[in-house]
């Protein structure tokens, strides 16, 4: 079946520092790849997304890149901000399939 | 940007109670899921509804009931709560009509977190 691996956290960053959060996936079809940000206290909201093989999305100067070759999506981000701390899932679906199969999620911890 | 309430945002229940988790969205979807969230984060689809009338369990087994009498509301029972049901339970929707599309985005609420004592 379809699956996402993601790192595990915590990760502990200080600000203005580097970021990446590895995920692979497995999928028996062509799957769009998300990533999605869970804030304190609120619920899930979508980060960015890439529907196929070489694309990148980008929101809030966060990128992840759809690598069909090596069936990954890392996300990266230049510059962390206190505020960027909150919990990363890396989801996929693949076309008529009505679940969106999630990783476990990796929180990211970012110190002034 | 999203519409989609939940209520009650925090209740704690004692055993054997009936409960109801609200969600109601005011963007016209179709699609709507309930989502259960352990303590470590990860989530599993518990309910799905592809439209009035339509209701599918999900990937995860769970002793929860929902409805879809209206569009906009997906609410989801508990005929007797235990302890194994203290989670975080998320509401979402989806626009769109028929078969998911593949890149179609998922809106959140802000989730029910649920305590049984």
């Known amino acids: 079946g379809d699956s996402v691996t993601q790192m595990e956290g915590p990760v502990t960053l200080s600000e203005e520092a580097f970021l990446t959060i590895n995920c692979t996936y497995t999928?028996?079809?062509?799957?769009?790849l998300f990533w999605y940000v869970q804030y304190p206290g609120e619920g899930l909201q979508l980060l960015l997304k890439?529907?196929?093989?070489?694309d990148k999305g980008s929101n809030k100067g966060f990128e992840a890149t759809y690598r069909k070759e090596t069936t990954s999506f890392h996300l990266e981000k230049g510059s962390v901000q206190v505020s960027d701390s909150a919990v990363y899932f890396c989801a996929l679906r693949v076309s008529g399939y009505s679940t969106l199969t999630f990783g476990k999620g990796t929180m990211l911890l970012v110190s002034p | 940007e999203a519409d989609i309430y939940q209520t009650p945002r925090y209740l704690v229940i004692g055993t054997g109670k009936k409960i109801t988790l609200e969600c109601s969205q005011t963007?016209?979807?179709?699609?709507m899921y309930w989502y259960q969230q352990d303590p470590g984060m990860e989530l599993h689809l518990i309910h799905y509804s592809y439209g009035v009338n339509s209701t599918e369990k999900g990937d995860l087994s769970s002793e929860s009931t929902v409805s879809r009498i209206r569009t906009e509301h997906f609410p989801l029972t508990l005929e007797s709560a235990r302890p194994s049901h203290t989670s975080q339970y998320l509401c979402a929707s989806s626009p769109g009509q028929g078969a998911v599309m593949a890149n179609e985005k998922l809106f959140f609420g802000s989730g029910t977190q649920l305590s049984v004592l």
């Open positions: 999928a028996t079809g062509y799957p769009s």
């Open positions: 963007m016209g979807h179709d699609k």
């Open positions: 890439a529907t196929k093989a070489d």
